[in-house]
């Protein structure tokens, strides 16, 4: 069986964003690896409208043809770990709408979180996690918190591997990734060719 795929969702869209930092740290520690591939994914690349859909991508196509776009682009990964600013407590509004959009992409796969801001984006990991319960996403326990020092830092020019703690806590969440993306791709798998043999 492939090594599982994973998808790094760099979860905001504003100008200047600090995301960018995170997901190219997170993929370079990533790329050592042997047992996760991984990809970028920018919500960028994919303006959706606020969900207006009559009806849950959950029991029908989306009407919205870059809504369409994204679920396809979801459908690739055994996986996700999503870069979350926190604003005002909560996940931006750009990367709730994109969960939102891509209901059945998210069934019995699992995800990790690297927040960053007020309190390391912890506010917004925790209301993250709750989301990606009800999309039927695996969370798994541990997460990558950026305090707003270390990002004044990394914005001043400072390398995120730098910090020896981050790269700790980032490679213990990649363990347990690798170990629930490999568990629930072969679950997923079997799924499939018991319904291909009914």
């Known amino acids: 069986m492939a090594k599982p795929k994973i998808a790094i969702v760099i979860g ?4 200047g964003r600090f ?12 790329d050592k690896r042997s047992d996760l591939s991984f990809e970028v994914v920018d919500l960028r690349d994919y303006p959706m409208p606020l969900f207006d859909e009559e009806v849950s991508p959950a029991w029908a196509p989306s009407k919205n043809e870059v809504a369409r ?3 396809d682009k979801i ?3 055994d996986g996700f770990i999503f870069t979350a600013a926190e604003y005002n407590h909560a996940p931006t509004g750009v990367l709730k709408n994109a969960l939102d959009y891509a209901a059945a992409g998210w069934v019995n796969k699992p995800a990790a979180f690297v927040g960053y801001g007020g309190v390391g984006g912890a506010r917004a990991v925790e209301q993250l996690r709750l989301i990606a319960i009800e ?3 695996a969370p798994v326990k541990t ?7 270390v990002m004044m830092e990394a914005r001043d020019g400072k390398d995120l591997a730098e910090f020896g703690y981050l790269n700790d806590g980032a490679n213990g ?3 347990q ?3 629930l993306a490999n568990a629930l791709k072969a679950a997923r798998a079997a799924d499939e060719k018991e319904a291909k043999a009914a």
Request: glycine share 6%; charged share 20%.
């Open 135 to 137: 999309l039927q996403l």
């Open 177 to 179: 990734l690798a170990w």
């Open 12 to 15: 905001s869209t504003r100008p």
């Open 75 to 77: 459908a690739e990964y």
């Open 69 to 71: 776009k994204w679920q």
């Open 173 to 175: 969440m990649l363990d």
């Open 143 to 149: 997460a990558v918190h950026i305090m707003w020092s």
């Open 19 to 30: 995301g960018d930092k995170p997901a190219a740290w997170i993929k370079a520690l990533g």
